[in-house]
Structures are given as structure tokens and as C-alpha cells.
């Protein structure tokens, strides 16, 4: 089944240069195209696809607002990433929203076919400048200071960590697991309190420390 694309970005040249290079491959649909955050919004919630192309700074929306309705409304829909930096606080805070796979538009002609396919089977996408600035932030904020092993997880616990790390929602994961929301709640808690863990960046990056997941 071809994964089916949105792209949401207010540059024509842009748009149609990713519509192309998408277009390209058997395997991915162009499904829609958008010029706004309300319409990129509007287009997903009727035709929900696989996976949505955002521009971070899209017109008539706040672009992290936008990844958020589209986080809450449509879980299944993975996002792919415009992002204008690949600073700390940028990368900290699409994490946090649950975005895993994210480019800067010069990167597009090179890294956006890759992006899309990891996006749609729901797995990350780290650029090298990402991973350097995830490598370095390891080196120089933990040296010293060695994480609990993984396992002193519970095997749910274990499950929990792993689909947090691949950017699944709470939705998600408790739909997988066939749990309750609240008890994946209270897995991603205990895992947190076990590992030592404060923030969703920091998932991620002891899961792919530890093999838990790929980078």
C-alpha cells in the first residue's frame, strides 16, 4: 500500500518541489497540498494520511500549535518536519510534541524521500546534525552520571519506553499494547522515575544509547 503524503508549506516553489520529488517514488501518493496551518489542518482531518509534510513557520498558525492538533486529532498521521534550525530548544520541543523526523528545507532534495518512508512506518528519522547535537549533549551532559539499565523495566514498562521513543502517543501506544491510556500514563511515569528520565528528549536519547531503538 503506497504511503499517502500531505505537504503543508506556503512557498509555491517549495510545495511543488516536494510534490515532485514525492511523486517520483511507486511507493508514496501526494494526497493534498496546503498553504496554511487551517488548511494543512483541514485537509488531514478529511483525508487522514499517512503522513504530513509541515512547514514549522506556515501562515495564519503557530506551526507548534499546528503539529499539536494534528498529534491530538489524527495519532496515525506521523509528521514530518520543516524546521527554519536544528537547535537544542527547537529539537527539545518537537519532542516533546511527539515529532521524531524532521528536515531543514535545504535538506529536502536529499533527505525528504528517507524522512517520509521512516515517517510512515512510524519509525525516526534523525538527520546527522541532529544525532551530532543529541551524541554531544549525551557527552557533555551525563558523562559521569551512568543511567539505570533499561532492565529494571517491567516488560510493559520496557514496551512503553521503546514506542514513546518511536514517536508513538499515548493513543497509540495504549491502542498497541491494548491497554488503558492511564495505565500507559502510569508506565511512562514509573519508566521516567526508574531511568531517571525528565523529558520525552530524554526517552529518546537513552533509547537509542541503549539499542532500544535505531537512530
Known sequence: M???????????VV???????????????VCAIAETGREA??????????V???????????????VHQMRETLP???????????????????????VKSFIRKSEASKLLVSAV???????????????????SRYVNGTAGRRRPPA???????HQTLRLIAEGRSSKQIASELRISIRTVES?????????????IADVVRYAIRNGVIEP
Open 187 to 199: 508506565h511512562r511515569g514509573a519508566l521516567m522515575r526508574k531511568l531517571r528520565l525528565t523529558t
Open 117 to 135: 518512508r521512516s515517517a510512515g512506518q512510524q519509525k525516526t528519522f534523525f538527520t546527522p546534525e541532529v544525532s551530532d547535537i543529541l551524541f
Open 76 to 98: 496515525k498521521t506521523a509528521l514530518v518536519v520543516f524546521t527554519p534550525d536544528h537547535s537544542e530548544q527547537v529539537i527539545d520541543k518537537l519532542f516533546q510534541l511527539g
Open 15 to 29: 510545495r511543488e518541489g516536494a510534490r515532485r520529488l514525492l511523486a517520483d517514488e511507486e511507493d508514496i501518493e
Open 52 to 66: 504530513a509534510v509541515l512547514d514549522l513557520h506556515i501562515p495564519d498558525a503557530d506551526g507548534y500549535e499546528v
Open 2 to 12: 503506497n504511503t499517502r503524503v500531505l505537504i503543508a508549506d506556503d512557498h509555491a
Open 151 to 157: 532492565r529494571e523495566l517491567t516488560k510493559r514498562e
Open 41 to 50: 489542518l483541514l485537509k488531514a482531518r478529511r483525508l487522514k494520511p499517512n
